[in-house]
Nanobody, 125 residues
Framework: VQLQASGGGLIQAGGSRRLSCSAS????????VAWFRQAPGKEREFVSA????????YYDDFVKGRFTISRDNDKKTVYLQMNSLQPEDTAVYYC???????????????????WGQGTLVTVSS
């Protein structure tokens, strides 16, 4: 599967943005899709994931209540709605996919074997 992330840009603190991760290929429903981000000078970190099939969602603590992940299997697209953005959310956001990923590994980047190119989100104070 090939992934393309989009939707980044410059946002003022407190604002909102929706990122999209569009996939090509077959059996999209069989893939867990996640968002990771990497801020300048920092390691890549897990943000959120939506499981294959039933669509169980996972969030890291720093985005719970602010970000919402969803998927549209017909459109082969996963969305990340980001609200109440803060300057510390500034990063390149990557979407990633893995087929039938075990629940224990949804937040571990090395288990994802397909990656999009990243989209930059800059939050100004």
């Amino acid at each position: 599967v090939q992934l393309q992330a989009s939707g980044g840009g410059l946002i003022q603190a407190g604002g909102s943005r929706r990122l999209s991760c569009s996939a090509s290929g077959s059996f999209f429903i069989n893939y867990t899709v996640a968002w990771f981000r990497q801020a300048p000078g920092k390691e890549r970190e897990f943000v959120s994931a939506v499981k294959y099939g039933v669509g169980t969602t996972y969030y890291d603590d720093f985005v719970k209540g602010r970000f919402t992940i969803s998927r549209d299997n017909d459109k082969k697209t996963v969305y990340l709605q980001m609200n109440s953005l803060q300057p510390e959310d500034t990063a390149v956001y990557y979407c990633a996919a893995a087929s039938f990923l075990h629940d224990d590994y949804y937040n571990v980047d090395r288990y994802y074997n397909f990656w999009g190119q990243g989209t930059l989100v800059t939050v100004s104070s």
